[in-house]
Nanobody, 126 residues
Framework: VQLQASGGGLVQTGGSLRLSCAASGRSFGSTNNMGWFRQAPGKEREFVAGISWSGGRTYYARSVKGRFTISRDIAKNTMYLRMNSLKPEDTAVYYC???????????????????WGQGTLVTVSS
């Protein structure tokens, strides 16, 4: 199983980016939760956003709520993170993750996720 994150880059404050996470090796389809986490230099990895197995439930960290939007295309086995109004404090390596448990309840706990992508760097300049 592989999760391939892409879409990171350098953007100015106030700009936008869209991250993608393509899954291969198995389908997470409509049965498994997926999420985005990030890790800034010198800090622990933190939850950013999660989307339920059905796509009907989403959950965001307080710091990104209203600016970021998580979505998934079940047919393409791909998850997205649209990031608007980016701030320098959003600078981090962003990781996508998937829960191996079907129909899981927990979207935001890092321990709930079993598969991780390699990360994509987002740098927001001031």
């Amino acid at each position: 199983v592989q999760l391939q994150a892409s879409g990171g880059g350098l953007v100015q404050t106030g700009g936008s980016l869209r991250l993608s996470c393509a899954a291969s090796g198995r389908s997470f389809g409509s049965t498994n939760n997926m999420g985005w986490f990030r890790q800034a230099p010198g800090k622990e990895r933190e939850f950013v956003a999660g989307i339920s197995w059905s796509g009907g439930r989403t959950y965001y960290a307080r710091s990104v709520k209203g600016r970021f939007t998580i979505s998934r295309d079940i047919a393409k086995n791909t998850m997205y993170l649209r990031m608007n109004s980016l701030k320098p404090e959003d600078t981090a390596v962003y990781y996508c993750a998937a829960d191996d448990t079907k129909y899981g309840d927990n979207l935001y706990d890092i321990s709930a996720y079993d598969y991780w992508g390699q990360g994509t760097l987002v740098t927001v300049s001031s």
